[in-house]
């Protein structure tokens, strides 16, 4: 038995050709092959991963059947890829990752592979792809609790999560590089917290109330001094204000920063009370046109 096991973690080679590469439109699939007695196949977009990134082919490595296996399955690889051309000159290299696949997340890969405009660097329009793959953890059935977590670019999330932030580095590759919490559940709350803001401003503009437009500035504050990059989040809670206020027949702005002293502001027609800022809570109360909003 211990040698089967040795066996399933050898590392394994796949290589596959695609002619014709960029006179298609579709994702390509390759074969299917067997490493770590699991299933995998390789996806290929020639034209960009949908709108994401539309200025490089981008590769996928896939666990093959996913809907076939037991609950609570999941694989871990080491995995890297490579492009080569007709007569065998390197075009990409990818690093060595390890990653876990599960059945919220079936499928990791390059999104930023062969750049579009190197066309010209295949002979006769042919690609070939090969794959390193070395499965180190197979579990074919467990329990699931819904509470399982798993790390994902330093920050432990449950798996449920997993799509939506996998998604969020890809579309914003940058948004963490400048991150500076370093203890795990402060990291882990503050992603909690910026998944929740982006589903909030996912709503329709008229059903905000003042007081969640005031929160939602106060929680994109503290994301940005904990160090996410978010002017994109930025840009799209001012959308929502203004859409708000033409909904709401407002005429007045909103305009909420950090001063020189870490002190929310609140300019043009809104007046800060008071702040108070304390190890647990941190409360902003302000008056607009003589209502209070907490």
Known sequence: MG????????????????????EKEDVISSPIFLSGGCEWFVQVYPKGYGTVVEDHLAL?????????????????????????????KELYRSNENCRLFCA??????????????DKWILEKNKLIIKVDIKVVEVVDEAQVTGKEMLDL????????QVVSVSRLFEEHPDIKVNFKPKIQLVKNA???????????????????TETELV??????????EAGFKLNWLD?????????WKKANAKNYTLSLRTNADHEVILEEDWLIEGIIR?????????????????
């Open 190 to 208: 503050y992603m909690t917290t910026l998944l929740g803001l982006i589903e909030t401003l996912d709503k329709p503009p008229h059903s905000f």
């Open 60 to 88: 996928f490595l896939c666990v093959a059947n996913p809907e076939s296996l037991k609950l609570g399955w999941k694989r871990r690889a080491n995995n890297s890829v490579l492009l080569l051309n007709q007569f065998g």
């Open 3 to 22: 040698s089967d096991m040795e066996k399933n973690q050898e590392q394994t080679s796949f290589t596959f050709e695609i002619d014709n590469l960029w």
């Open 104 to 117: 919220q997340f079936t499928k990791w890969g390059e999104s930023r592979g062969l750049p579009l405009k």
């Open 215 to 224: 929160s939602a500035k106060r929680e994109l504050i503290e994301l940005t």
């Open 278 to 294: 304390s190890w647990n809570e941190f409360k902003v109360f302000a008056y607009l046109d003589n209502e209070k909003i907490d």
């Open 235 to 243: 840009t799209k809670l001012a959308e929502v204000f203004s859409e």
């Open 153 to 160: 670019s330093g920050f432990q999330i449950f798996y449920s």
